[in-house]
């Protein structure tokens, strides 16, 4: 699997961004897809992920209520709109994805770096 990410930038306390990851080489539909993040100096973290129904989503505890993973079988994406982004929201941005939940992710993206400013 090909994961692209995409989406990132720097933008104030307060404002919105929407990540984008597309996927190639296998069928988007059957893949859970899941976003990590890792800020300077600091191990990788779980975000948020979706399963390849989109009938249930996880999200860290640090995001829930301000940012939404959602996917789009027919483009063989998922996004992760983040709304009211905080400082501590500055990190590179991986989407991920797993053929089974009982697994770990096994296909991972390039990132896409996001900063914001207070």
């Known amino acids: 699997v090909q994961l692209q990410a995409s989406g990132g930038g720097s933008v104030q306390a307060g404002g919105s961004l929407r990540l984008s990851c597309a996927a190639s080489g296998r069928t988007f539909s059957r893949l859970d897809m899941g976003w990590f993040r890792q800020a300077p100096g600091k191990e990788r973290e779980f975000v948020s992920s979706?399963?390849?129904?989109?009938?249930?989503?996880l999200y860290a505890d640090s995001v829930k209520g301000r940012f939404t993973i959602s996917r789009d079988n027919a483009k063989n994406t998922v996004y992760l709109q983040m709304n009211s982004l905080k400082p501590e929201d500055t990190a590179v941005y991986y989407c991920a994805s797993r053929d089974d939940p009982r697994f770990a992710y096994a296909y991972w993206g390039q990132g896409t770096k996001v900063t914001v400013s207070s």
């Open positions: 979706i399963t390849w129904s989109g009938g249930s989503t």
